[in-house]
């Protein structure tokens, strides 16, 4: 018979259990927080103060600044502290609220990279249509309806990860809770979390990531036999590679740890490709971005 516990607080194991190196590592993460919060939260001020900014691509720009701060924001603050502290532990609501908000901005994210795709496929390849196509309350709609959908996606994994009961250990093998470490914990059956891990998360994942491909796709062959100007052709490219190697950065990990099953899949690798899209990808947003985009560049030189 199972021996069924109550369980009321979770020990985070952290990255690593060399003591030696916790302080080196909290200094580097600190380090990554404070230039990723400076960074984003630039994008946001300068998209929202600056009038020639308000444009989609931009408004949606600052939707990803703004997920992005509240993205590491979730993770980060509780695994810096760990690394000073010999008291890990998170209570179950404490990991719950962690998973769910994860969960929640992770998947709005990768939707909003794929509306970012559409925005210029749309403005390379239909220009006249792009006003009209992609006005004010479009965007706004767009928008809301990515963090409404974003929210009770993440409402189903942890409303079905609370259910789960547990036998012995509470040690999550990971720096943060998330729904695969917290099945290495759970006694029972886990098929259905399993199904909602692999089949809803991997569909958004996989989704988003494959229309912004397809936009990309478009977007090439368009240029390619429709554009013949050197320079315009250029200029096009060379707006949409910031974009998509934000899309490489965040999707290609994040597809590795939720698409393949939890079995095969071991819990130390996916903490280092956790740390890609939870830490370095938010980091590289901003970078990516202004070093890239004129306008950005021009009105932060501005502002300083």
Known sequence: MLNITSVTEFLLLGVTDIQELQPV?????????????????????????DSRLHSPMYFF????????????????????????????????????????????????????????????????????????????????QMAVTDWITGFFHALLHSVMTSRLNFCGSNHIHHFFCDVKPWLELACGTVELNEWLLNTVTGTIAMGSFFLTFLSYFYIIVYLFFKTHSCSMLHKALSTCTSHFSVVVLFFVPVDFVYIHPASSSSMDQDQIIAIMYSVVTPVLNPLIYTLRNKEVKGTLRRVM
Not at 28 to 38: D, G, N, P, R
Not at 73 to 96: E, Q
Not at 102 to 127: N, Q, W, Y
């Open 25 to 49: 590592l909290f200094v580097i993460f600190l380090a990554t927080y404070i230039v990723s919060l400076a960074g984003n939260g630039a994008i946001l001020m300068v998209v929202i103060s």
């Open 61 to 140: 720009l600052g939707n990803l600044s703004c997920l992005d701060i509240c993205y590491f924001t979730v993770t980060l603050p509780k695994m810096m502290g760990n690394f000073l502290s010999t008291h890990k532990t998170i209570s179950f609501l404490g990991c719950i609220s962690q998973l769910h908000f994860f969960h929640f901005l992770g998947s709005t994210e990768s939707m909003l990279l794929a509306m970012m795709g559409f925005d210029r496929f749309v403005a390379i390849c239909k220009p006249l249509h792009y006003t009209l196509t992609m006005n004010h309350q479009v965007c706004i």
